[in-house]
């Protein structure tokens, strides 16, 4: 079983920035991906942006060119670094993982931005 802890969300200022951090621990060995997902109220859960085996990425439109994936593979860690955050970010987000017969989900972070 892969195990995720989610950290870093909170409340900002629009225009502000904010850093997400997934831990993750168990079996690693067959991980396809990592990514991160947001729910915002009232919506359908959406891809936020995804971290390949071999290191390459993608992000969804709406972030792009703002939020930035990355992993440690050392510390076994996943970040998500957020700028110029926008109300519409707003959203409860998940750290994922894909291994090659299952999928884990973090428990959710929320990250709020109003002023």
């Known amino acids: 079983q892969v195990q995720l802890v989610e950290s870093g969300g909170g409340l900002v200022q629009p225009g502000g920035s904010l850093r997400l951090s997934c831990a993750v621990s168990g079996s690693t060995r067959d991980i396809i991906k990592m990514g991160w997902y947001r729910q915002a109220p009232g919506k359908q859960r959406e891809l936020v942006a995804v971290?390949?085996?071999?290191?390459?990425?993608n992000y969804a439109d709406s972030v792009k060119g703002r939020f930035t994936i990355s992993r440690d593979n050392v510390k076994n860690t996943m970040s998500l670094q957020m700028n110029s955050l926008i109300p519409e970010d707003t959203a409860v987000y998940y750290c994922?993982?894909?291994?090659?017969?299952?999928?884990?989900w973090g428990q959710g972070t929320q990250v709020t931005v109003s002023s």
């Open positions: 994922n993982i894909r291994r090659l017969f299952k999928e884990y």
């Open positions: 971290i390949n085996i071999g290191g390459s990425t």
